[in-house]
């Protein structure tokens, strides 16, 4: 019995650094993506005042906007990151308070994600219209 629950253990943590290390270089890749001027006034984020209280509002539009079938896994991935680094700083933030500076930073680095989710959303969007309009004529 201890063993199974020993290997368990193990690779529950293990698939929890994965999931940590696979969620942390999205964000660092995405954080690369400059936002278009239309979702930066629709979101208010950039990559300056990106704030981690921005993301439930965030993921609000992204479920409003069309979905191109290429990011749903990044947003579902992001999203339980996000909630798994509230968790952890509700936990921790009176015990190590640089911890959670740098769980304010990850927090925000999963809000920019969203919005640049939103922002290729929005831009298949126009894709869409285009392509609607263009067989329209």
């Not at 999203?79 to 959670?100: E, T």
Request: aromatic share 10%; hydrophobic share 45%; with cysteine.
């Amino acid at each position: 019995m201890f063993t199974a629950t020993l290997i368990f253990a193990i690779s529950f943590l293990t698939l929890l650094q994965f999931f940590v290390s696979y969620s942390h270089s999205l964000i660092a890749e995405l954080r690369l993506y400059e936002l278009s001027q239309q979702t930066r006034e629709l979101s208010g984020v950039t990559p300056k005042t990106v704030r981690g209280d921005q993301f439930k509002r965030l993921l609000q539009l992204i479920a409003i906007c069309p979905e191109s079938g290429e990011d749903s896994h990044q947003v579902r991935a992001v999203s339980a990151y996000f909630r798994m680094l509230g968790l952890v700083r509700a936990l921790f933030s009176k015990v190590f308070p640089a911890a959670a500076r740098w769980i304010d930073t990850e927090r925000g680095g999963c809000t920019y994600v969203a919005a640049v989710v939103l922002d290729r959303r929005i831009a298949y969007n126009r894709t869409l219209k285009a392509q609607h309009a263009g067989i329209r004529l």
